[in-house]
């Protein structure tokens, strides 16, 4: 339980096997955002059949609705979505950091008002962690302190510094959630803070591990607007500190060509809203870059979506009637695009993995990467 | 090719299978309705598990979006959708003389502006034929003159010989598309008007048979708003008239008590949009009568939605859990719904047809009429 196995590394790119309670997960993989205990639009029968090996919730919205007594009574989140491989929980540090002006931070934790009923409450990392039990995901997230994406060297610092002490207790609450009820069911990973600063950086991983061993490490608070030379660099930096034997979760990232430039920096998993919110909204990941599929290019068109890939959209419906069903604005357009995308993000991880373990990773990834940016954006 | 037999009686009520180009379709059945060449929200793929054997496409609205050159040139509307079974084309005339105001009625046909881009265009039965033909279903429908459910013995009479005037053009042209085309790809059905009155309709079905022979008969303008009982009273008008060998399409109903009570009344097809529209409004059937899905009541509920039922929806999810996407308006629900309210429908035709089969359909009906009008509603 809880183990990572190393299979092969190309440079930074590593390929692994994670094994989790409720089943393995091969790596490099992206982990489609089930914010509601729900893939946007997607059945727990239509994420599988993407190849999603893990799927996230969201301790924020589901401790708003419906509440994490609720999903205990019902058996957890697996009995309660009906999605029966790994899960993994956000802690919602993200969510409430980013409720401007509806929220009050102390040493303690964080005061907010519910975005749905305007209620108060409070998030501390205790009750973060019993949150997260309850919903019974394989993995826990740690609550962190985020800054914005270009919070000063102090700010950051102050975010990074309590994000630590958030950690022991954090810990000590999991350790005793785990104790009470025997076999270990959930793990727990700290997450990495220190906005753009390398220093601050540093010293989080350096704090982090020194409160291990962990079972995972994820990497936060990137993808947040900073320029992209500059979350590159920051996985440059902490790449060579981590540990070899233990899988690093790069959040809230990515597009395509972000999985790509990750795994080429030593990153094993990846989250995103991006896929589908792009395919509610009718745009879909090719190789060739983005496709509207609005556009009246594709009136009329008997192709597939993406020759290329292997998704039940594209093994089945011609893009006219894709298009078609953006026109007339029926909801199986979205579910159709949403899929496309989640797949073909699946799809990179495992042709990612496939190119490590042969060795022919730079290659592949620099040829992907070219043709990506050169097709129409 | 557009063969019907009839396998079994009891009282009026008929099992039988009509054979079609693109496959058979044991009666009674329920139609679920694509009326933009979808059923809404729902892929091909969601509608073949429910069990349903033919679908409707709409007229009015393809021919407006994305037009039937469209679907012609991508090879039809079997190869535009994926459903590869039977499908009917309505012919647009519920649909034209619903644009009250926007619409001028004149012998040739209808001049009406489109709801979409407001253009001004025109429906005659020879277009209306061509237009189907290039749609391509199984069954074309003739094109009628519609009007209200309570309308005057005079506009009643007046719509129902227009019918039969039309009649006589659409026969006359969809034989020389059929001729022109070789082999009989498509079936052309005729429709009963006549509104409430009985000697009017029994004058429209003379004039209809006398016209024939047809592979099968519609009933339209009824579902309008007239009370039940009159319904009930022009099916058993019109039961004895009706050719025994021909099958028999109550246009436009129903609800769950509707099939069956159509079905008691000699009637072999039905369509409605209703379990689709209740589907996204979150109301279930269940054979106790309707469910709020996003009642406070199935909060938690780990029960599912009905336990008689073997949908998709029903042998996979807790009630909790569709609730909780009606909650967090999640377009999942929506499906879920809409497959078991359609699975539910066409799992009524099916029991029907047993029960017609082995000759216990009248007390099966009776019964089930009971339980499910004392139930919750």
Same mark, same amino acid.
């Given at each position: 339980m809880f183990e990572f196995r190393l299979e092969a590394t190309q440079g930074s790119a590593r390929a692994g096997t994670l094994t989790l309670p409720h089943g393995p997960v091969k790596t490099p993989a992206f982990m489609p955002v089930?914010?509601?205990?729900?893939?946007?639009?997607?059945s727990a029968g239509d994420v599988r059949r993407t190849g999603a090996q893990i799927i996230l919730g969201n301790t924020y919205h589901l401790h708003l609705r419906p509440g994490e007594h609720v999903v205990q009574s019902m058996g957890g989140l697996h009995r309660f979505t009906t999605w029966s491989g790994p899960m993994l929980t956000d802690s919602g540090g993200f969510q409430v950091f980013s409720l401007e002006g509806l929220r009050r931070i102390e040493e303690d934790g964080v005061e907010f008002q519910s975005h749905i009923d305007g209620t108060l409450r409070m998030l501390t990392p205790e009750r973060v962690m019993e949150i997260q039990w309850q919903l019974g995901a394989d993995v826990a997230m740690a609550f962190d302190h985020v800054v914005p994406g270009q919070a000063s060297f102090d700010t950051a610092s102050e975010g990074m510094q309590r994000t630590l002490r958030w950690l022991d207790r954090c810990k000590a609450k999991h350790e005793e959630l785990s104790a009470s009820h025997g076999a270990a069911q959930q793990t727990l990973w700290p997450i990495i803070q220190g906005g753009v600063h390398d220093e601050l950086r540093l010293r989080s991983l350096e704090g982090t591990l020194h409160r291990g061993p962990w079972t995972g490490v994820a990497i936060g608070?990137? +993808?947040?607007? /900073?320029?992209k030379p500059v979350l590159h660099r920051v996985l440059e930096l902490l790449h060579p500190v981590l540990p070899v034997g233990t899988p690093r979760y790069l959040m809230g990232v990515g597009f395509p060509p972000d999985l790509l430039e990750g795994i080429a920096r030593g990153i094993d998993l990846f989250d995103c809203v991006a896929a589908t919110r792009n395919g509610r909204h009718g745009t879909a990941w090719l190789e060739t870059g983005r496709l509207?599929?609005?556009?009246?290019?594709?009136?009329? +068109?008997? /192709?597939?979506?993406?020759?290329?890939c292997d998704c039940e959209t594209c093994t089945t419906y011609p893009r006219g009637y894709l298009r078609h069903l953006f026109v007339v604005e029926d909801i199986l357009g979205l579910r159709l695009i949403s899929i496309h995308n989640i797949r073909f993000l699946v799809r990179l991880g495992e042709q990612a993995r496939a190119h490590i373990l042969d060795g022919t990773f730079d290659r592949w990834s620099r040829e992907w990467l070219g043709r990506y940016h050169a097709g129409r954006n």
């Amino acid at each position: 339980m809880f183990e990572f196995r190393l299979e092969a590394t190309q440079g930074s790119a590593r390929a692994g096997t994670l094994t989790l309670p409720h089943g393995p997960v091969k790596t490099p993989a992206f982990m489609p955002v089930g914010t509601h205990a729900v893939v946007r639009g997607l059945s727990a029968g239509d994420v599988r059949r993407t190849g999603a090996q893990i799927i996230l919730g969201n301790t924020y919205h589901l401790h708003l609705r419906p509440g994490e007594h609720v999903v205990q009574s019902m058996g957890g989140l697996h009995r309660f979505t009906t999605w029966s491989g790994p899960m993994l929980t956000d802690s919602g540090g993200f969510q409430v950091f980013s409720l401007e002006g509806l929220r009050r931070i102390e040493e303690d934790g964080v005061e907010f008002q519910s975005h749905i009923d305007g209620t108060l409450r409070m998030l501390t990392p205790e009750r973060v962690m019993e949150i997260q039990w309850q919903l019974g995901a394989d993995v826990a997230m740690a609550f962190d302190h985020v800054v914005p994406g270009q919070a000063s060297f102090d700010t950051a610092s102050e975010g990074m510094q309590r994000t630590l002490r958030w950690l022991d207790r954090c810990k000590a609450k999991h350790e005793e959630l785990s104790a009470s009820h025997g076999a270990a069911q959930q793990t727990l990973w700290p997450i990495i803070q220190g906005g753009v600063h390398d220093e601050l950086r540093l010293r989080s991983l350096e704090g982090t591990l020194h409160r291990g061993p962990w079972t995972g490490v994820a990497i936060g608070g990137l +993808s947040v607007g /900073e320029p992209k030379p500059v979350l590159h660099r920051v996985l440059e930096l902490l790449h060579p500190v981590l540990p070899v034997g233990t899988p690093r979760y790069l959040m809230g990232v990515g597009f395509p060509p972000d999985l790509l430039e990750g795994i080429a920096r030593g990153i094993d998993l990846f989250d995103c809203v991006a896929a589908t919110r792009n395919g509610r909204h009718g745009t879909a990941w090719l190789e060739t870059g983005r496709l509207n599929v609005k556009g009246a290019a594709l009136k009329g +068109s008997v /192709e597939p979506l993406d020759p290329a890939c292997d998704c039940e959209t594209c093994t089945t419906y011609p893009r006219g009637y894709l298009r078609h069903l953006f026109v007339v604005e029926d909801i199986l357009g979205l579910r159709l695009i949403s899929i496309h995308n989640i797949r073909f993000l699946v799809r990179l991880g495992e042709q990612a993995r496939a190119h490590i373990l042969d060795g022919t990773f730079d290659r592949w990834s620099r040829e992907w990467l070219g043709r990506y940016h050169a097709g129409r954006n």
